[in-house]
C-alpha cells in the first residue's frame, strides 16, 4: 500500500490537480467492479486485475490504481468513477 504521506506532492498528469489517497470503501467498490468486469481505463482498455490502492482526483472523477504499491499515473491508466453508478 502506499504511505499515506506520499500524495501530498502527486498531482494529476492531465489537469495537474493534487491527489489523494482513495478510501478503503472506494478501492474494494472499483475492484468489486473489476472483478464483475465492468471497468476500463481511460485507453478503454479492460481493467483485469484488482488494485491495491487508488489515487483519486480532486473532482472525484477519475482514480489512478496503485499496484504492487507503485501509483499508475499515466492518463491512459485512470479510471473513471463514472463506470459505478
Known sequence: ????????FLVCPV???PLSPASDQLVAQVNRAIVA???????????ERP???????TDK??????LNGIPLLLADEAISLAQLD
Open 15 to 17: 489537469d495537474r490537480t
Open 37 to 47: 468486469g465492468r471497468v476500463k481505463n481511460r485507453a478503454g482498455q479492460p481493467v
Open 51 to 57: 488494485i491495491d490502492g487508488g489515487l483519486l482526483r
Open 1 to 8: 500500500m502506499i504511505d499515506r504521506e506520499m500524495p501530498t
Open 61 to 66: 472523477t477519475f482514480l489512478y490504481p496503485i
